[in-house]
């Protein structure tokens, strides 16, 4: 049997594959979830089992070496642990004011073109300028500054305390053992499989991508040409995503005949684009994968919930605090769950710059208002 040093090692390094076929790899990993000293010291009491308290690092490799010795009891006896100590901090959150508080943002603007790296957006706009002058920036702070560091801590916050509402509804449901204390790359288990739980959209690069496949022009592209038809002025200096919002705005606002039929062209063509993603969801698991930020790559086993307003595309983001549709749609998923068959979730993927292949478990959950 693989000891310790060998889980830590591929966890270290990211290897995180063997970890789903492994009851012992999975033992590893839930007791790493309940490593902190209080939690140690909980475990103990709940089991009778005893141990020489040391240091975090010590106490993992002594638990490991003593619960090995029986691993399906083992993994019996974390799990009970583990789902009281989430029942308590389950029972801690109220979860219809948090609710109610994600219902105050109304708009989800970050105010800036930084990609969420608020630090490198200031210091290249604002710091390393090639004329400084102290006079100017100060300028900036009510006009430029401070909209774009107040949308960036809104959108985080709104970010952050949407994905415990949603980690909520997922740690609530009984097939799914949660992770009590942080795990790179495991938020929960379901069925025994470890999973990191991705919150996004329907990608806009993915949408361009299938247009191109279809040989349908670039939205953009395609509203300039109506626009032109239409005789709808725009500023066609400003930026892409402007222009897109003058036009659409614009058009929605002339409301005939040609205007709506381009508008609807634009929606239809978006949502077949989703059915295609619904009826094959691996091939959009894998683009996930492959277009994954380069300084956040991971080949982890994760599940995508992927969120998508019909209605209006650039409004999802507000499916996350949606608990009506949320929940009903992630418990049916988690009740169905042990239906799936391991070689449906498996997905292979390359990754630029790397130089072999991946493969994990994955899966997406589709969130359609």
Known sequence: MEDFNYWDSL???????????????????????????????????????????????????LLFDLLSKNIDKSHELLDEYIKCISNRQIANIDIQK???????????????????????????RYVKVQNPSFDHLISKFETEINPAVQGYVLNSWYNYWSSILIENIF???????????????????????????????????????????????????????KAKVANVMYDKCAKPNDIFYEITEKMSDRNDDFCRQTLQTLKDEKIQILKEA?????????????????????????LFLVLV??????????????IDLLK???????????????????VTFEFKGKPHMFSALADVIFVIK
């Open 11 to 61: 966890h270290r390094n990211e290897a995180l594959e063997e970890f789903s076929c492994s009851r012992v790899g999975l033992l590893w990993l839930k007791l790493k979830s309940i490593i902190r000293v209080e939690l140690v010291k909980g475990f103990l009491d709940f089991t009778g089992y005893e141990i020489s308290l040391k240091k975090q690092s010590d106490n993992f490799r």
């Open 98 to 124: 948090l609710v109610s508080e994600l219902y105050k943002l109304k708009n989800f603007e970050w105010g800036g073109d930084y990609q969420n790296s608020l630090d490198k957006y200031l210091v290249s």
């Open 171 to 225: 740690k609530s449901h009984p097939e799914v053992l949660p992770t009590v204390g942080q795990i790179k790359s495991v938020d929960f288990f379901i069925g025994d499989i470890p999973f990191d739980l991705k919150v996004t959209y329907l990608p806009a690069e993915y949408i361009k991508q299938k247009r191109k496949e279809k040989g349908l022009p670039v939205e953009l592209t395609f509203l300039k040409q």
């Open 278 to 302: 619904q009826e094959n969801p691996k091939l959009l698991a894998k683009w996930l994968y492959e277009n994954q930020g380069e300084m956040r790559f991971g080949s982890e086993n994760r």
């Open 309 to 322: 307003d019909t209605d209006d595309f650039n409004n999802s983001w507000k499916l996350k605090r949606n």
């Open 328 to 346: 009903p749609t992630i418990v049916e998923y988690l009740d169905n769950f042990k239906n799936k068959k391991i070689e449906d979730l498996q």
